[in-house]
């Protein structure tokens, strides 16, 4: 027992001295850009810890690696938005170091209150939810993202015909979109600006897009990349397909709210027969049956 405390006092130690060290480096920044007459925030310095805990995973091969073995972690970080190398990087240690912190301190438990086979089983509980808890943080990440490009879609493909019918062509209307339209479309402009960053780059405009579609793995952004590939292939105008990617985007959206309702619908009746059909039950036949009863306890 004693032996246990002294090393989860060291422990405690370790880990107060490393968050000092981090909180020291961060103030230190701040001092400096003080000192030059640069702002700082609490931004900026998350930031600066964020490259730094990066720094110590940043084994791009191995992380490459890493994530090709699984499918649906490259497909989850994909959708997340998660591609530079210092977010790879990021999440790659906190799948590292979350699981041995989850281990040491299970040992630590283990150690201070003794062995028994409850808390080995809660520690072994509690050792597997922090192997799987990235992995599904980062899924619910994807999700919202989604529903986001969901949301944003039909203005995207409003705005891109309006730019297609006042004469711009594909690779300046992405580039207004990209710049201009962060306010409104934030997740499509992520998506869009490293396409034309690479097709600055001498890569070809349509075969990124491609890969980019194929990688999102989102329905209607393929479709709409699918007309926007045809245009930079054929030329032409694209009004009445994106008219028509507009209709169809509508229509998808009309059709799961219509799902949505209806799924609500069939809740509220199971709700309904088990709160309000008792009641109502209760407020008919209840006088009824008080008396009954009135009348055979005269009896």
Request: glycine share 6%.
């Amino acid at each position: 027992m004693g032996f246990g405390i002294l090393f989860f006092v060291i422990v405690v130690a370790a880990i107060a001295l490393g968050i000092y060290v981090l909180t020291r480096i961060a103030a230190e920044k701040r001092l400096v850009e003080k000192r030059l007459s640069v702002r700082g925030d609490s931004q900026a310095d998350a930031r600066v810890l964020s490259m730094r805990f990066a720094d110590l995973f940043d084994d791009q091969d191995r992380i490459r690696k890493h994530i090709n073995k699984d499918s649906e972690l490259a497909l989850a970080m994909w959708q997340a938005g998660y591609r530079a190398p210092i977010e790879r990087a990021t999440l790659y240690g906190v799948q590292v170091l979350v699981p041995i912190a989850a281990l040491v301190l299970t040992a630590l438990w283990v150690l201070i209150n003794g062995y028994s086979q409850n808390a080995l089983l809660g520690g072994v509980i509690v050792v597997i939810l922090s192997v799987l808890a990235p992995k599904r943080v980062l899924k619910a990440r994807a999700m919202v993202r989604m529903k986001a490009i969901d949301e944003e879609l039909s203005l995207f493909v409003q705005m891109l015909r309006i730019l297609f019918d006042s004469g711009l062509a594909v690779e300046q209307a992405l580039k207004v979109l990209s710049t201009d339209a962060e306010k409104v479309l934030p997740e499509l402009t992520k998506e869009i600006r490293p396409i034309l960053r690479r097709a600055e780059q001498g890569l070809d405009l349509g075969e990124e897009l491609q890969k980019s579609s194929q990688a999102l793995q989102h329905t209607d952004y393929t479709d709409v990349v699918v007309i926007v590939r045809q245009m930079l292939k054929q030329g032409g105008s694209a009004r009445a397909s994106l008219t028509k990617m507009v209709e169809l985007i509508e229509g998808r959206r009309l059709s799961g709210m219509q799902e949505k309702v209806s799924k609500l619908s069939a809740k509220m009746t199971v709700v309904m027969i088990v709160f309000f059909f008792p009641a109502l039950v209760i407020l008919l036949a209840g006088p009824g049956f008080i008396s009954i009863g009135d009348s055979m306890g005269d009896m």
